[in-house]
């Protein structure tokens, strides 16, 4: 079924007294790579190319270097699944924007990075689209990323950090994940102006805190975006969120919640980056204005440029990106999420729903090294291990097709020669170099004699 493009559009800052006021570019340094694109801001990563379908009767044939081929986590994960679905969760690619992505991963390939689930085609664009294509600025922004992941133990925490005082925590911090956007975009929601932070780091700490975020960070990028992006049937990769900061001042905006909040946003803006799609500051009062002041200073112009502050009348604004259906009733929105105490404590949206994530469950492989049993708080999966030409790899748990591995690996076989007879031929000339340079000390020696 032929799926509505969302349309890029200009993205402005709403002044809470009223007025758009446009957010002016940025001028920066651009490397060779990104002297052709000279727009700092890019359309929504999700329909960054309209992909279109090749012929069933014609074999797409291309060639990809070494890095590549172990690039696509989704792609190989378990071959029986339809070329459809296989698109909606690995995501179109721009075929221009392909080359530069494959140049990224040799370049990182080169750096000693070894190929794994970092290293998709969307995970490398993100950094890419970050620091406007510039190669040196990406790479510097990617090995960072990896170094903090170890450094911070981000996989260990998926995995082992449990988060018990959650619903506590939801009381004294409203916020929460509830429904999609019209997209199909998921949606996330905090009621700054209910903090009670004094009662917050009674149940909780800052570092807990940050962890959690973390986790939440990783189950949208490896569960809920993946699960949206079945539900909607085309790729999702990016988040629409909602601030209430009604009655917010800067009695609020004390030295812990200060801290949280820069390190949140460090994280983020680092670490996950293009991931939000809009976001919209609603109920934004007079206290607010000049907290918004100072937080501007904290934000880059890419983030800025995807905020729309909002006073109270926001209603309009919300239900042209979310349907009210998916809105909860705080919010001017229908939901109201009775059985589960409240929208914020729902987590409401496809990736709660059972065909869903029954779809999911079989598609996506999971790292547990008990036998394959699926993890509900990391990626769910249940890969079939029947099929004798799939060649796990330890590194990072990605499976790929032995044939397809091993005819990628042949083309290599002449570039290796080749380098071989060149490296040979090097070797050569500087014994002649060696052999030449002796000749001329013992003439110099003669001379002074």
């Known amino acids: 079924m032929q799926e509505t493009k969302e349309l890029p559009k200009e993205i402005f800052i709403s002044g809470v007294a009223g007025g758009n006021e446009k957010l002016a570019t940025p001028s920066t340094k651009e490397s060779a790579y990104a002297k052709n694109r000279t727009k700092s801001f890019h359309p929504p990563i999700e329909n960054y190319w309209q992909w279109q379908s090749p012929p069933l009767n014609k074999q797409r044939k291309s060639y990809r270097s070494f890095s590549a081929i172990l690039s696509h986590p989704f792609k ?107 997209y199909g975009r998921p949606v996330y929601i905090e009621r700054i102006g209910m903090i009670d932070l004094d009662m917050l780091l009674q149940v909780t700490t800052i570092e807990r805190l940050v962890k959690h975020h973390v986790c939440e960070q990783e189950k949208t990028l490896n569960w809920r975006y993946p699960a949206c992006s079945l539900a909607a049937k085309k790729h999702i990769a990016s988040t629409i969120s909602i601030l209430d900061v009604k009655n917010v001042g800067m009695s609020q905006f004390s030295k812990p919640a200060r801290y949280l909040f820069l390190e949140i946003q460090r994280i983020d803006s680092n670490y996950y980056p293009e991931t939000l799609h809009r976001l919209f500051i609603v109920n934004a009062g007079s206290g607010f204005r000049v907290i918004w002041k100072t937080i501007k200073a904290f934000l880059d112009a890419r983030t800025l440029a995807k905020i729309r502050v909002l006073g109270a009348d926001y209603k309009s604004s919300l239900t042209e990106a979310i349907d009210p259906s998916n ?73 790929v097709d032995k044939v397809l591995f091993d005819e990628k690996i042949k083309t290599f076989e002449p570039v290796i020669e080749d380098a071989k007879q060149k490296i040979n031929m090097l070797e050569n000339s500087l014994q002649e170099t060696k052999l030449v340079l002796q000749g001329l000390a013992q003439h110099l020696q003669e001379l002074k004699r």
């Open 76 to 182: 190989y994960r378990n071959m029986r699944r339809s070329r459809s679905t296989q698109m909606v969760l690995e995501g179109p690619h721009n075929p221009k924007d392909e080359k530069l992505v494959d140049t990224f991963r040799e370049l990182l390939f080169l750096e000693g990075q070894s190929p794994g689930k970092h290293f998709d085609y969307h995970t490398l664009l993100r950094f890419l689209r970050m620091r406007d294509f510039d190669m040196a600025k990406a790479k510097d922004m990617f090995m960072q990323y990896i170094k903090w992941r170890q450094e911070f133990g981000v996989d260990v925490i998926t995995k082992e950090f449990k988060f018990e005082e959650c619903q506590q925590v939801k009381i004294f911090y409203p916020h929460g994940f509830h429904g999609v956007d019209r």
């Open 327 to 399: 809105l909860p009733s705080f919010l001017g929105g229908e939901c109201t999420c009775s059985e589960s105490g409240g929208c914020l404590f729902s987590d409401k949206g496809p990736w709660n729903d059972p065909e869903i994530t029954e779809m999911l469950q079989g598609m996506l492989c999971t790292d547990d090294e008990e036998g394959g049993q699926t993890n509900a708080s990391n990626e769910k999966s249940a890969l079939s291990r029947d099929d004798e030409n799939i060649v796990p790899y330890k590194e990072e748990g990605v499976k």
